[in-house]
């Protein structure tokens, strides 16, 4: 059974930096990608970054380019989100998710794309 167990969120003012945590369990093998979604209220979730595991590929949405970078420690199955120059616009709630495969051979993070999913931590950034 597999478990993504997300950590780091909290409250930061504009231009702050947060470093979210995903510790991975279970059959995690058999990821090929792993990302980073958010969801602000009344909003749809968003992929905010995603990872090749095997060759380190990363791939990022707009907003969050130059801002936010994607990382994993294989050694304690653990995936990061370093986010810097933290701008109100960022608060949602921010899910850590893994696939199985990639699908078009990018692990850019499309909601559809991927299978498991942890619950969530809060990152709330204030002006």
């Known amino acids: 059974q597999v478990q993504l167990v997300e950590s780091g969120g909290g409250s930061v003012q504009a231009g702050g930096s947060l470093r979210l945590s995903c510790a991975a369990s279970?059959?995690?093998?058999?990821?090929?990608?792993m990302g980073w979604f958010r969801q602000a209220p009344g909003k749809e979730r968003e992929g905010v970054a995603g990872?090749?595991?095997?060759?380190?590929?990363?791939y990022y949405a707009d907003s969050v380019k130059g801002r936010f970078t994607i990382s994993q420690d294989n050694a304690k199955n653990t995936l990061y989100l370093q986010m810097d120059s933290l701008k109100p616009e960022d608060t949602a709630m921010y899910y850590c998710?893994?696939?199985?495969?990639?699908?078009?051979?990018?692990?850019?993070?499309?909601?559809?794309?991927?299978?498991?999913w942890g619950q969530g931590t809060q990152v709330t950034v204030s002006s």
């Open positions: 990872i090749y595991l095997a060759g380190g590929s990363t």
């Open positions: 279970g059959y995690i093998l058999s990821f090929t990608c």
């Open positions: 998710a893994a696939a199985r495969w990639s699908v078009g051979g990018t692990c850019y993070p499309r909601e559809k794309n991927y299978n498991y």
